[in-house]
């Protein structure tokens, strides 16, 4: 009799199977979220840009873009701002849209599309809305990949910027693991998620709200020639640190100025840094090293590339809360604009996407609610220096962080994209509340209000304060996916902008596992 043998693959196959399906029954059992993963890239490219007076040098955009990936289709949000030619403080905001197909293992072609809304330093971008398409061919290494091709960007709401180039980019893959939105709020001891997929090393993170004061030093100068030494411009940000080991850490860096000079500077900086504690982890020493673009409100920084070295030192004040003091210098590298820097700032820390700590023992996990939103804002009637009065469009991005159930902490970031003001853009932080949701589960109504800095595209906003209340409604269409409109008012300190603002747009939201002892 001819006898019958299963494959060894195929049984393990089948055993790793079943495991994991009792596995999965098993943490929907005891109510333990399930795990997704996203996965997603970190996109840094540049291109050089022919300006429309010839005589012009080119200038050089640089970009910071996150993008989900969803097989070969990709999407996501993009930063750009002026590095090299005479503009800078030359910055925009958009969104990314684009497909990665494989050719080989090694070989992928990229085709994708950008458009968002920006400008400044007194270049021609009219209402800055722009597109900036792009099919490029890459290279996937061990752990990046790089692109290179052609690109086109055309400033169209009367701008006049118009250029085709070569373009070129570095891809790193950044996936993150996440539950559904439905779960935030809900704990657990580290002890419950033991055994699920949720038992796994974590990412130490810190993000910090900050007031820093620049003060111009050396042969810094305004657009117009005269001295800055006798200023001191008061910024706004927010920092993000991402530990790669128990010291080194990355960091994403971004401030605007709300006082000191006329409203519009801004700056963006990566980089990296070693964290040093002592004191029993109370007090921490921080240097750090970024590279990044800044100018705007009159600031000459000429092409917008800047240096900034730092040292900080944070003491502990509850928990996991931090205050934070800083010492360092914002520099061109042509030393033509140079600043030293005075800040002060609260930080917190947090483990996320895992139970495990290399170097602690964690103890409590809880999921929190995480809200990204992308839309576009209205301002009626918004004032200007000099020009008529007309309606200012913007793209914004809003970031909602659940501190309670129904009580966020949110930060706002928005450029002008119709309305002959393209170098307009907002920095602003703020709280908000949030209603349980309602009609079948179908709608959620809130409330916020932001304050922070503003500035340029002719907008009267005085030295750059202005605060912006407002009232809006969600429309959910699915668990992570939702439509979103608000109403509300912008008025500026200091300023004639006083309009009512509106807007719509599209929200995505998740819940991110956060640990701590």
Known sequence: MKRTYFPVKQLLYILLLTISIQLINAQKAIGI?????????????FLSIEM?????????FSGIHYNLKFKDFYTGLGIYGAVSGIRGGFFTLGVNAGIQKELTPHLFIDTGFHFGGGGGAAAPDGGGAFILPHASLGYQFNKFSVTGGYSYVNFFDDGDIKSDQFYVSVQIPISFDYSNYTHAEKKYTTNDLKGSFWEKISNRISVMAHLNNLSPMGDSVNNRGASLNDKTIRLSGVEINSYLTKNWFWLFKTDGAYSGIPAGYMDVFLGGGYHFSMNKNRTNILAKFAIGAGGGGGVDSQGGALL??????????????YVSINKGFILSPNQHFNASTLGFGLK??????????????????KFKGININIKQDVYTNAKRVTNPTQDLYQISLQVDLFLKKYIYATGQTSFANFGNAGAYAEGILGVGIQSAPIVNNRFSVFAQFLGGA??????????????KPSVGCYIHLTDQLSLRAAIGHVKASGGELNSTAFNFGLSYRFSLLTTKK
Do not use: C, R, W
């Open 348 to 365: 917190y820390y947090v483990h996320t996407e895992g139970t495990l700590a290399k170097h602690n023992t964690l103890n409590k996990a």
């Open 308 to 321: 900034y070295p730092d040292l900080s030192i944070e003491q502990k004040i509850y928990q996991d809360f």
């Open 33 to 45: 979220p399930e795990f997704n993963t996203q996965k997603s890239l970190t996109k840094l490219d």
């Open 52 to 60: 429309p007076d010839k005589s012009e040098p080119n200038m050089g």
């Open 454 to 467: 503003a500035g340029g595209g002719n907008i009267s906003t005085g030295q750059g304060l202005i605060i």
